[in-house]
């Protein structure tokens, strides 16, 4: 800032180390004026404080409107920088063209390369641009369903064979279509794009529907556990979450956690509950895993081998499953639920591991042997044993 002013302004000299202090002679009109410059400490012109005589501040004050445009074009320019060259804006039109874009958006969309173009002097530009996006709405496709007003963000959907709705998120960069754009996907596996500078979007969108269809199953296994039984954990699972944590009923529960690639075979397995509910099925599991077909569904083969069902929400009485911890009484705690089950089967009640572990430490009866704690229930008073995580040490 410094230089630009000095070369701006050579008669105004600092007046101190901090240089926030400007003072001289600066030439108006074909006159000379006194003028002192104050900054902040931050040294932003915006906030500067001149000091100058009246006749200067009568000249200045007729530039006043003409500074606030030149303030308003600046910040507009940082909020949406300047656009790529013409050619960016032709092959990313004639792809958009391609992929086709929802009735309800043509005008917005029109809108905004008008906007666009009008920074350019070529008319024959707009008319090419104006002519793709007719033609887009001819085809009438739903491929596309959102374009920023930069053009730097594209959105694209897309349905899989069971109808579920997907969505991918294309960031373009400035040197597109030299360099891929960042892609954006709810998969529960990386999505890696095939990418040359001859490329287009047109086939990213092929490799989102290839993906698509290559993880169809993946989604069928996990649709039918969400509608078919109590999924304790994620609660609002979205569709790049492989684990699913299923109540069973008497404060027990079994996490899974299923392979995208290989949906229907055994997933991990871990049983959470008290040790006269969980031990048993553990034992059915070793039993029956003989069972296991991957033929059949990933919840069809967990029933064959476990020998129970799965009960629904609506099916499970609060005496059946307690939600809530039973030391700080909530259910979510940091994002963690009631892990941890007292074994008295008259009792069983739920505590989350760190509370359990608090309250556990405090008892002058409790003992510790390396990452387990032996202790007594706080409800009623039998003995309980804590085998502590990773999450606290």
């Known amino acids: 800032m410094e ?41 932003q012109m915006k906030n500067a404080r001149l000091l100058c005589s009246w006749q200067l501040k ?20 940082e909020l949406c920088p300047p656009p790529p060259p013409p050619q960016f804006y032709s092959s990313l039109i004639e792809e958009i063209g391609i992929l086709g874009w929802d009735k309800e958006n043509m005008n917005a969309c029109l809108n905004v390369l008008n ?16 002519k793709h996006v007719t033609k887009s709405h001819v085809l009438n496709c739903r491929g596309l369903v959102f374009v920023d007003t930069c053009l730097s ?54 490799q989102f529907l290839a993906a698509l269809e290559s993880l169809k199953a993946f989604w069928d296994v996990t649709d039918e556990i969400d509608e078919k039984t109590w999924v304790l954990e994620p609660e609002k699972p979205t569709r790049s979450a492989t684990a699913r944590r299923i109540a069973l009923g008497n404060n027990a529960s079994i996490h899974i956690e299923v392979d995208p690639k290989h949906p229907t075979m055994l997933p991990e397995c871990c049983f959470l509950g008290a040790d006269h509910v969980v031990k048993p099925l553990g034992i059915k599991l070793s039993r029956n895993i003989h069972l296991w077909d991957p033929e059949n569904s ?14 629904a929400r609506t099916n499970l009485e609060k005496s059946d499953f307690s939600m809530d911890c039973g030391i700080c009484y909530s259910y979510q705690l940091d994002g963690a639920i009631p892990d941890q089950v007292c074994d008295n089967p008259q009792c069983a ?9 608090e309250w556990l430490r405090g008892l002058l009866t409790s003992r510790q042997s390396f990452n387990i704690i032996f202790g007594e229930c706080p409800y009623c008073s039998k003995p309980i044993t804590l085998k502590m995580s990773g999450r606290k040490s």
């Open 3 to 43: 230089a630009s002013l000095l070369r701006q302004c050579p008669l105004l000299l600092p007046q101190n180390r901090a240089k926030t202090v400007y003072e001289g002679f600066i030439s108006v009109q074909g006159r000379d004026f006194h003028l002192r410059i104050e900054l902040p400490e931050d040294l």
């Open 298 to 311: 990933l919840l069809q083969n967990l029933k064959d081998v476990l020998e129970i069902d799965f009960p």
């Open 58 to 77: 009568t000249i200045l004050n007729g530039y006043h409107q003409i500074v606030q445009q030149e303030v308003a074009l600046k910040k507009k320019q």
């Open 115 to 130: 906007l666009k173009c009008q920074r350019f002097q070529s008319q024959s530009l707009r008319v090419v641009l104006m």
């Open 153 to 206: 963000t594209i959105k694209l959907k897309a349905e899989d064979a069971s109808g579920r709705k997907h969505l991918i998120t294309l960031k373009l960069k400035a040197k597109y279509p030299a360099e891929s754009p960042d892609c954006f996907v709810d998969f529960p596996v990386p999505f890696s794009v095939s990418w040359t500078p001859q490329s287009s979007l047109i086939s990213i969108y092929g």
């Open 349 to 357: 009640q739920p505590f989350h591991q760190i509370c359990l572990y």
